[in-house]
Nanobody
Framework: QVQLAESGGGLVQAGGSLRLSCAAA????????MGWFRQAPGKEREFVAA????????YYADSVKGRFTISRDNAKNTVYLQMNSLKPEDTAVYYC?????????????????WGQGTQVTVSS
């Protein structure tokens, strides 16, 4: 079993920054990926960013390109999401997820483990 713990969410004004972190405890993986998804009230869960565990290839949703940066620390089994130039539209619960299969993915159903989420609220 893999336990994921997100942290770093909070309330920030538009234009501000937050850094989310997700630490994985338990089993570790030498392949697969870690990703970030978000879900706003009344909306479907959407892909934000992902990074492969081996190789470090990154993927971003068009809506966050140039503003968000995903990174990883394999030794710590931790992934980060640096969010800059935040907009009110970024307000959502952000979830960390782990995919066991090799390679990254945009699709929530392809991820095997999920954290409980951390709230990000961006005020105008």
């Amino acid at each position: 079993q893999v336990q994921l713990a997100e942290s770093g969410g909070g309330l920030v004004q538009a234009g501000g920054s937050l850094r989310l972190s997700c630490a994985a405890a338990g089993r570790t993986f030498s392949s697969g990926a870690m990703g970030w998804f978000r879900q706003a009230p009344g909306k479907e869960r959407e892909f934000v960013a992902a990074i492969t565990w081996s190789g470090g290839s990154t993927y971003y949703a068009d809506s966050v390109k140039g503003r968000f940066t995903i990174s990883r620390d394999n030794a710590k089994n931790t992934v980060y999401l640096q969010m800059n130039s935040l907009k009110p539209e970024d307000t959502a619960v952000y979830y960390c997820a782990v995919r066991k299969q090799y390679g990254g993915s945009y699709y929530p159903d392809s991820y095997d483990y999920w954290g409980q989420g951390t709230q990000v609220t961006v005020s105008s």
